[in-house]
Nanobody
Framework: QVQLVESGGGLVQPGGSLRLSCTAS????????MGWYRQAPGNQRELVAT???????NYADSAKGRFAISRDNAAKAVYLQMNSLKAEDTAEYYC?????????WGQGTQVTVSS
């Protein structure tokens, strides 16, 4: 059974930082491109960042320069370091694992940026 479990969300003030973690089980982790997506109320789910099994990263324009995605294949984990957070970063953040036709999602972790 495939599981992606996110953690690290919470309430943070504008300008603050959070580090999200996602731990995978039930997959051959180093085959997969891992990613973080987010969905704010009333909006579609959108890409935040992805990282391939070779370590190539891709970021949404809104994340460039503030967020950093990384992975630890031995730990079957992917991380999202978020700095200089803004109110518009408030959303549910989802971990994603994708390879070929296989596509898995975690249940999400809430990030709220507010003073």
């Amino acid at each position: 059974q495939v599981q992606l479990v996110e953690s690290g969300g919470g309430l943070v003030q504008p300008g603050g930082s959070l580090r999200l973690s996602c731990t995978a089980s039930g997959i051959i982790f180093n085959w997969y491109t891992m990613g973080w997506y987010r969905q704010a109320p009333g909006n579609q789910r959108e890409l935040v960042a992805t990282i391939t099994n070779g370590g190539t990263t891709n970021y949404a324009d809104s994340a460039k320069g503030r967020f950093a995605i990384s992975r630890d294949n031995a730990a079957k984990a992917v991380y999202l370091q978020m700095n200089s957070l803004k109110a518009e970063d408030t959303a549910e953040y989802y971990c994603n694992a994708r390879v070929d036709q296989l596509n898995y999602w975690g249940q999400g972790t809430q990030v709220t940026v507010s003073s």
